[in-house]
């Protein structure tokens, strides 16, 4: 329970911040990675350096970069890496199926929940097991 407490607490503590800054304005590495919830599990240590190797392998992600070697990013930026993660952890492609979509910009992903399994996920036995769980919670009620 104490856990749980406290880690509402920290999320308030998060919201309050972001939510603080402007949308124009730009937000450090740690905001994004925090922003992108990638912790470590174990640690709870925010996971920096996921944001550093997409950079590397997605052309796209151009943040400002000052003379301290700071990373900033803007709100666009942000998006693209929100799409990212959703393509790379929640759908489960690999970095060269999310680099195909990025640089086409073929599925937008608005479109991309209306197209057919076979085409929009390549990963057919997660999203198989995800509408499965869906049922079983259907029939539970």
């Known amino acids: 329970m104490l856990y749980y407490l406290s880690h509402l607490k920290s999320l308030r503590i998060i919201l309050i911040t972001m939510s603080n800054k402007l949308d124009k304005a730009y937000k450090t590495i740690g905001e994004v990675a925090n922003l992108l919830n990638l912790k470590n599990i174990s640690s709870g240590k925010l996971n920096t350096y996921i944001l550093r190797y997409w950079e590397k392998e997605f052309k796209q992600i151009k943040p400002l970069i ?75 009620l």
């Open 66 to 140: 000052l003379n301290n070697r700071r990373r900033y990013y803007d709100k666009k930026t942000i998006n693209l890496l929100i799409k990212i993660k959703y393509l790379l952890k929640d759908e489960g492609m690999t970095i060269k199926g999310v680099k195909n979509i990025l640089d086409n910009n073929r599925i937008d992903l608005d479109d991309h929940s209306k197209l057919p399994i076979s085409i929009s996920n390549k990963n057919l036995k997660t999203r198989l097991n995800k509408i499965s769980s869906i049922l079983k919670e259907i029939k539970k």
